[in-house]
């Protein structure tokens, strides 16, 4: 594939381009789509006028960028993640009514707890979790959750890579993933947001380990914590059902 | 951008891989890959190791390849179709749980329906929607709400590209845009499926042009139909009002 001067590929140009689009910057001036994806001016005119023409980025009326719908229906219509959605989601649904809190499937993706899906409801407590946005493992209960429930080369990979930010977070790490395992399940006092609470529970595939989890974001020290715990862990393994038949 | 000899892009050869994946092929042998991709196998070959690479591809321990996970995530984390999911999941559930049916979410682009989401439960009619799928206008009762509904300069353009397989499905066409106009919604009887009647209300922007529609399939002659035709619309209002607000 064809090299720039400063040899990066137009792969990873493009790649660079898709990843300065987020859920707080959705459009993008060209100038700054630019300067985020570290991509010459010249050089993000032409590829823009490429990427637009087959609809993987589209143009608003006032010259600013986004993502396009064409890209939406290439990454979605035979992702990995929708069989889990569609088993989810009745389910979630249901927390999301019983609770009346944020309910949220997340799977682990290159040591970052990835969200897959999320609802929410007026009134719920603030949760920094948006779809497809990614959260720390060892900041949240989801990710303590699928860390608990890992494979053993997945786990020790992981800390071999981050044992630094996690033990200083959690300097009685694997007691406490012991304890997960025993519980079933993870809750976490604000971390992220000090006035919430976080409860996970893994998602299990046949062999015992964790595809996903299911969470809940409650407010700190609410009483209804208890109950959650159980509806999360009732909906994990109707979920795990759901996948497996 | 480099130009292979045949001439085209990288970026053509790009996005003809990622198109050669749909809802039936969510993986594929990298020979068949660069047949359906019409790429030569020994660029496939190269081109797949660098996207296996970003994570735009994934490779199962069998060799088959299928979409990465951060293709996913780099799609969705800002997509458009976001806030229209959020605002109508809830009252996609809601008919759902009612109606018992499949429950479906859809825009109009480059002149097909696109399903954004669709809610099935077991036991549900069969239908031919998927997430990120494409439906012909001219046979859904999704398509025929969204021509209704849509600007002039949009509708008008359509038919200039297929005036020839609308009219031959719909001689009376201007008649029954101009009704499902005045009813507020559009059914039709099984155009796809034979055993199903589909019914879809617009979700209209402030200017009283449809965003998107919200849909059900039903058994035909069901007599859920009258029930679904007013839960639909209902739902479309308080959707057109939930991204209003």
């Known amino acids: 594939m064809a090299n720039s001067p400063s040899g990066d590929s137009m792969l990873d140009r493009l790649v660079r381009i898709l990843d300065a ?3 707080q910057n959705t459009s993008l001036s060209v100038q700054s789509l630019a300067r985020r994806a570290d ?4 050089t993000a005119y032409r590829l823009l006028d490429e990427l637009v023409s087959h609809g993987l980025l589209a143009r608003d009326p006032d010259g600013q960028v986004r993502l396009g719908l064409r890209l939406w229906e290439l990454a979605n219509r035979s992702a990995s ?3 889990l959605r569609h088993a989810a989601l009745p389910f979630m649904e249901d927390i999301n009514q019983l609770l009346g809190q944020n309910t949220q499937l997340a799977v682990l993706h290159e040591d970052d707890v990835l969200v897959i899906e999320r609802l929410s409801r007026p009134g719920s407590v603030i949760n920094q979790a948006n779809v497809a946005g990614r959260m720390p493992v060892h900041l949240t209960s989801m990710g303590m959750a699928l860390l608990a429930y890992s494979r053993p080369d997945v786990l020790e990979g992981y800390l071999e890579r981050h044992s630094e930010t996690m033990f200083a977070q959690h300097p009685k790490l694997h007691h406490e993933l012991a304890e997960i395992r025993r519980n079933g399940y993870a809750t ?3 971390f992220i947001d000090p006035e919430s609470t976080g409860a996970a529970a ?3 595939d046949s062999t015992g380990y964790a595809l996903a989890v299911v969470a809940v974001v409650v407010p700190r020290a609410s009483e209804l914590l208890p109950a959650a715990v159980v509806a999360l862990q009732t909906a994990a393994r109707a979920i795990s059902r759901t996948l497996a038949a």
Do not use: K, Y
Request: proline share 12%.
């Open 21 to 23: 689009f987020d859920a």
């Open 202 to 204: 893994p998602i299990l």
């Open 81 to 83: 993640t929708l069989d």
């Open 39 to 42: 991509v010459p001016r010249a």
């Open 188 to 190: 976490f006092d604000g």
